[in-house]
């Protein structure tokens, strides 16, 4: 099997709880050495955080289990002398370092960008914070919840009675950490080119409103400011969730023809030449009355009669899933989504963790390893550092 393309690069991961860690993951599965350093008898935060105390007990939270698959650990003490040594051979011998810390916290610690240089001209420095490494905010703490809120984001998500609502998964540490992982991989093609090494700064506010994209424009372009519309999409209708005869389901019949189909195959083609819905500015202007009609008629048949037709006539259409419930999907079953691994800490139990979507050349990168334990990788210390320096 042909090697990952990241095989042979050698990331030095500081990162804690999730925006960094997310980051860090993506590299180890494009096939990057990802060495996690750690606090000595604490480690990651993330150990400490998921929906079972035992787990979390041991240091092995469900938090830390999703996205550490395929790292080592390693504990070092910045603070001690012999840790910082073993820590700067580590840098000479890296190539990416990411850390998610507040803005200036590595540089207190003897470790600004100049000084990483020093130690590997070459060297890809990812710092991921919530504000960026410059500007009237950047030392200021942030968690995922805050940047949320503060980019607009909770202003727009829920209806008008409920906004502003945090989206209900940690979308910015997660577009952080997409970003930073896109940036590395852009820094490291440039010095396979000749370039040098580089300082990424990613801010998660500046990538959560990058990532907000339509919302943003119409308030840029047009000085139309965005509002919270629930469930419906505000470029078009119908388009959002309906009502079948045993639960919801989305429908977007963003196109003319998507909802003159639409009208047909529920038994209303009168619809599509009603003039409060015939055009598409019009349906937007009526859209409380459209989908009036349309949920009588959708509650004739469950969700997925209604899945299946109007699929297979080309009107994007689909139930709306619990977590378990997309996680049973057949569709992630054939990609090969979901990876089955030993647990880190021996027991018989399988761990289940996510890969990110991608497949190359036909297969999932999917995670090789366990996530490991807090120091697991201690004795390897020389090894893996002289390894790093000869190569």
Not at 91 to 107: I, K, Q, Y
Not at 219 to 236: H, K, S, W
Request: hydrophobic residues 40%; glycine residues 10%.
């Amino acid at each position: 099997m042909r090697l990952r393309p990241l095989n042979g690069i050698r990331v030095l991961d500081l990162t804690n709880v999730l925006s960094g860690p997310y980051c860090s993951y993506q590299l180890a599965l494009m096939g990057a050495e990802v060495v996690k350093v750690e606090v000595p008898g604490q480690g990651d935060l993330a150990r400490r955080l998921g929906a079972d105390p035992e787990l979390n007990a041991h240091g092995i939270g469900a938090s830390f289990l999703a996205q550490n698959a395929d790292k080592k650990s390693l504990e070092l003490d910045l603070k001690d002398p012999q840790d910082r040594r073993s820590f700067e051979e580590l840098v000479r011998g890296a190539d990416v370092l990411v850390e998610n810390f507040r803005a200036g916290v590595l540089a207190r610690l003897g470790y600004d960008w100049p000084d990483l240089q020093a130690l590997n001209a070459g060297l890809v420095y990812c710092a991921i914070s919530g504000f960026g490494q410059t500007g009237p905010m950047s030392a200021a703490p942030a968690y995922d919840q805050v940047i949320q809120g503060l980019s607009g984001m909770m202003s727009i998500t829920g209806t008008p009675e409920t906004a502003p609502l945090r989206v209900g998964f940690p979308v910015s540490d997660t577009l952080g950490g997409l970003v930073g992982a896109m940036a590395v991989c852009a820094a490291l093609a440039d010095r396979a080119r000749g370039g040098p090494g580089r300082f990424i700064d990613v801010s998660m506010l500046e990538a959560s409103v990058s990532a907000m994209g339509w919302p943003v424009s119409n308030y840029l372009v047009c000085g139309v400011e965005p509002e919270p519309m629930g469930d419906q999409n505000a470029t078009a209708a119908p388009s959002g969730s309906f009502t079948a005869a045993d639960g919801p389901l989305n429908i977007a019949a963003n196109q003319q023809q998507q909802f003159e189909t639409l009208c047909t195959l529920v038994g209303r083609p009168d619809l599509a030449t009603d003039p409060r819905f015939a055009e598409r500015e019009s349906r937007k202007l009526h859209r409380s009355e459209l989908n009036a009609e349309l949920n009588a008629a959708l509650g004739q048949q469950d969700a997925a009669h209604w899945e299946q037709l109007l699929t297979a006539s080309g009107v994007p259409a689909a139930r709306i899933a619990t977590v378990a419930q997309a996680l049973a999907l057949d569709q992630l079953r054939h990609r090969g989504f979901l990876s089955e691994l030993p647990y880190p800490d021996g027991s018989d139990r399988v761990l289940r963790v996510c890969g990110n979507g991608v497949q190359l050349d036909g297969r999932p990168l999917s995670p090789l390893t366990p996530p490991p334990l807090l120091g697991q990788h201690n004795a390897e210390r020389g090894e893996l550092t002289s390894r790093w320096l000869a190569s």
